[in-house]
Nanobody
Framework: EVHLVESGGGSVQAGGSLGLSCAASGTTSWIECMAWFRQLPDYNREVVASIAPLDGTIYYDDSVKGRFTISKDNAKNTLYLQMNSLKPEDTATYYC???????????WGKGTLVTISS
């Protein structure tokens, strides 16, 4: 089993920055794709960014392009999301996800809350 734990959430004013981390443990060697999702109450979960180091595929949702950067430290089994120029609409619970295929992410963290005030 793969266990994912997010950290780094909190409150920040619009225009500020925040960095999220996702520590992966367990049987992680098979993981090819890792991603960040976010969700608000009564809304569907949406992808923020994903990364697949072996094939070099990086994806960003249009709403975060140019502001967020996804990266991964394979030695530490940790996924990162650097969020800059934050907007109130970025407020959500952010989840880390992992799997072999980006289209089928089987493992999820419990989420970390990010609140952006105006």
């Amino acid at each position: 089993e793969v266990h994912l734990v997010e950290s780094g959430g909190g409150s920040v004013q619009a225009g500020g920055s925040l960095g999220l981390s996702c520590a992966a443990s367990g049987t992680t060697s098979w993981i090819e794709c890792m991603a960040w999702f976010r969700q608000l109450p009564d809304y569907n979960r949406e992808v923020v960014a994903s990364i697949a180091p072996l094939d070099g595929t990086i994806y960003y949702d249009d709403s975060v392009k140019g502001r967020f950067t996804i990266s991964k430290d394979n030695a530490k089994n940790t996924l990162y999301l650097q969020m800059n120029s934050l907007k109130p609409e970025d407020t959500a619970t952010y989840y880390c996800a992992a799997g072999f295929l980006c289209s089928h992410l089987n493992y999820w963290g419990k989420g970390t809350l990010v609140t952006i005030s105006s």
